[in-house]
């Protein structure tokens, strides 16, 4: 058996940094649509496309481009019609 601590202590400098996590945050729903689009590229991989398919796939990459427009007029700061004031 060894004779050392069986857990090794987690360095601080591992740890994302607060302004890490924020840019984590402002980048999640741009992460989200593009996972939604994949999703729905990935199921056409096996069969032709359908009408359905087509629309999921549009409506998917509206929403990355919208997610992507928005998180550029945030990190802009610009304000979108919609937001708060």
Same mark, same amino acid.
Request: charge should be negative; aromatic fraction near 2%; charged fraction near 30%.
């Given at each position: 058996?060894?004779?050392?601590?069986?857990?090794?202590?987690?360095? %601080?400098c591992?740890?994302?940094?607060?302004?890490?996590?924020?840019?984590?945050?402002?980048?999640?729903?741009?992460?989200?649509?593009?996972v939604? @689009?994949?999703?729905?590229?990935?199921? @056409? @991989? %096996?069969?032709?496309?359908?009408?359905? %398919? !087509?629309?999921?796939?549009?409506?998917a990459?509206?929403?990355?481009?919208t997610?992507?427009?928005?998180?550029?007029?945030?990190?802009? !700061?610009?304000?979108?019609? !919609?937001?708060?004031?």
């Open positions: 058996m060894a004779l050392h601590n069986p857990t090794t202590p987690w360095p %601080d591992l740890e994302p940094s607060d302004a890490e996590l924020d840019a984590i945050e402002t980048e999640m729903p741009v992460v989200l649509a593009e939604e @689009l994949l999703d729905a590229l990935i199921v @056409l @991989l %096996d069969r032709p496309a359908s009408e359905f %398919d !087509g629309r999921r796939i549009r409506r990459h509206h929403r990355v481009l997610a992507r427009r928005d998180a550029a007029n945030r990190a802009s !700061g610009i304000q979108v019609s !919609g937001d708060a004031a």
